[in-house]
């Protein structure tokens, strides 16, 4: 009797002092590894830390942000939208990212926030540099103006908020922070990138390490190769805005000239030319090609082909092991173990990836268009396609290039989009039912 | 004591769980930046920005003179694969011949030499290149038809315009997702788009098209020719190489097992060339000289 007493009573001493005691201090922020990037690569741990400490140099904290003059990023633009969440005597808001961004886009930008896998679609991946909805031609990055039209807006039909009830000082430090956690990754993937390319360990067991402080040519490539080419594509940016001719974007339409256009867009819409309805389907409700992914999924696709391909690889490297002789069989038990530890690596980073989802090409007919819906962000649309995603474009390729489509051609098609939804068929008929017959 | 009892595995159940669960279960996270080791990265960049000269780390010293020819051929040891036909399931009319679909060519092994097709050889970085290697503007006609891309893998210069023809009557669109070259584009029925890569990539880029998922190809654009594909029968020539220089070759293949489709090989020729665990191996070729390898590639290269 007295025992049990005892020994309930230790029990809920115990949980009482774990649940007031906690876990103690609030661990320290850091910014997590692209780790999916790293085991695809066979990146070894040491070059992991490595590439770590190198992206630090460069970057610093989401505690500590630093940049290097390169960049061309606003430090004191970083520090307002970096760090921990708290105000300031004044009432002013520090810790930007943490307190309006982080829970989707997590604190290294990667799209994968304790809230993210509860929204559909994904919050963006920034570390690509990747974004969909943006002025410029497909394969270039955003504008500063993109960026911020984003975070004004929203994004529609998605879980994306507006923010433009922030000062307008706190929107453009966030834009600036994004800016920053997107160089930040495309940096980590340039730098696996050159460890897998460059350095690695040779068969006779030399290692060359990834440490640029006593490595001329290691600073270099960092300073004068990977990074100069991840600055110099945002900086170019606002030479690949896509600026339709002005005398071409047409005004005013009467009613008479909006339909015919209408009706010219709507045969392109379902011809072979334009091709939509390949995946926007014969209805317009985005029920065509359905089975695509776009980039971010794409490559969670991929990293889980590679690690079921992994046991198929073992059993056969296994069954290569009969009938040769005693060194061959040590080779390929070697050879076996690296596979198992692969296979075991491939296999933690999984459980840490949201399951990949298709790409579902746009019900036309909502009236919904993530993008903006002014014209000229349809416009844009049709003319280079969506950044990231299967949906191409019938503009032409680059500056000057000549596309599958004409200006003209493009805009009936703008007209035609923007007409869907107003047709009868997207609009709730009364159904005539004999009540009657319910009753 | 029933009391006691239950009171006590009342408060088990909470006290294990918490246990089990433990705190900061976080998963895996991988390394954490050592903050020592970054600042004196960071200083060390800091400073060669500031003396920012002629940077000499791009290309190798030249030494050698004269030029060589590598060759050699790649054959399958095992029996070969057959290919299953694609998953076709829309535009039948077009994309099947009298209702069959069209074989896939992830591993082509002819029967008669076991010679395997479509692997990509090239130099990584060259210390010298022949003026016939140079980048070409010559246009590439790259077709599709029966919704097939008809070249399988294509190398190319940097510089050098790809024809993007569409034979079918239906619509395709090319979707090229390189590290360093893009485009997706629809392509009308009859019509030709032209792209030209502007950037050097590592490693072949998968060309793809949206609407029929099941079209695969790849393209490898290089600043120079120093690139061969193997033929039907396994066989590659790469002529005019820098000699006396050490050129470092990488081998891939869309299925090949090896990181981004590197084919690495454990045979004893291949560890005769230094074979790496990325499929590259290294030469030094005499002036003059046409150096030929054979490799035997054991299934367990490919990925099943």
Known sequence: ?439 | MTNSIKSGSFWLVPCVVWLTCGCGERGYIGPVADSQAAMEIRKALDTSSGADGEGGAAGAASSGTGWATLKGRFTFDGTPPTMTPYDVTKDLATCTSNGKPPLQQTLLVDSATKGIKNVVVFVRKAPRVHESAGPSKEPILYDQKECVFLTHVLPLTVGQPLQLKNSDNVGHNTNIQGKKNGLNQTIPAGDTVSFTPQKEEALPAPVNCSIHPWMSAYILPRDNSYYAVTTEDGTFEIPNLPAGEELEIQVWHESATGPGGGLVLSTPEAKANKWSKKGRFKIQLKQDETKEINLNVPETAFRS
């Open chain 1, 1 to 439: 009797m007295t025992k049990h007493h005892l020994t309930s009573k230790s029990i809920a001493l115990v949980t009482v002092l774990l649940i007031v005691g906690g876990c103690g201090p609030p661990e320290q922020v850091f910014f997590q590894s692209n780790m999916r990037e790293m085991v695809s690569n066979q990146i070894a741990p040491k070059y992991q830390q490595e590439i770590a400490n190198v992206n630090e140099a460069l970057f610093g904290t989401p505690d500590e942000p630093s940049v290097m003059p390169e960049m061309k990023l606003d430090i004191k633009q970083l520090q307002f939208a970096a760090g921990p969440v708290w105000d300031d005597q004044q009432g002013g808001s520090h810790g930007l990212y943490r307190k309006h961004c982080a829970h989707c886009h997590g604190i290294n930008g990667d799209g994968r926030g304790p809230t993210a896998q509860f929204l559909n679609p994904y919050p963006r991946d920034y570390r690509p540099a990747i974004f969909k909805f943006k002025s410029t031609y497909n394969p270039a990055r955003p504008t500063t103006e993109d960026l911020h039209r984003v975070l004004m807006n929203g994004i529609p039909g998605t879980a994306m908020p507006s923010f433009s009830l922030l000062p307008p000082a706190e929107v453009a430090a966030l834009v600036e922070y994004v800016k920053y956690l997107s160089m930040r990754g495309q940096m980590e993937t340039s730098l696996i990138g050159y460890v897998f390319d460059e350095l690695g360990e040779g068969d006779d067991g030399e290692r060359i390490s990834l440490n640029p402080v006593n490595d001329a040519e290691q600073r270099e490539v960092i300073l004068g190769e990977l990074l100069a080419d991840i600055v110099a594509g945002w900086e170019e940016a606002p030479e690949q805005v896509i600026d339709p001719d002005p005398d071409a974007i047409p005004a005013d339409k009467t009613a008479e000239q909006l339909a015919l256009s209408v009706d010219k867009g709507r045969v392109l819409f379902y011809g072979t030319k334009a091709n939509c309805i390949k995946c926007h389907g014969p209805t317009g409700l985005g029920d065509g090609q359905q089975d695509d992914y776009n980039v971010w999924n794409k490559a969670v696709v991929t990293f889980e082909e590679a690690t079921a391909a992994l046991p198929g690889q073992i059993k056969t490297t296994k069954a290569s092991m009969r009938d040769k002789d005693q060194d061959q069989k040590k080779a390929i038990k070697k050879e076996l173990a690296a596979l198992n530890q692969s296979l075991a690596l491939h296999k933690r980073v999984q459980e840490e990836l949201l399951p990949p989802r298709n790409a579902i090409p746009r019900n036309l007919r909502q009236g919904t268009f993530r993008g903006g819906r002014r014209p000229l962000d349809i416009y844009r649309k049709v003319y280079t396609g969506i950044a990231g995603t299967p949906m191409p474009g019938g503009g032409p390729v680059t500056p000057g290039a000549k596309g599958t489509l004409s200006d003209e051609e493009i805009w009936q098609l703008v007209d035609y989009v923007r007409s869907l939804p107003f047709e009868p068929a997207s609009q709730p008929t009364r159904l005539r039912i004999n009540y009657d017959v319910l009753n």
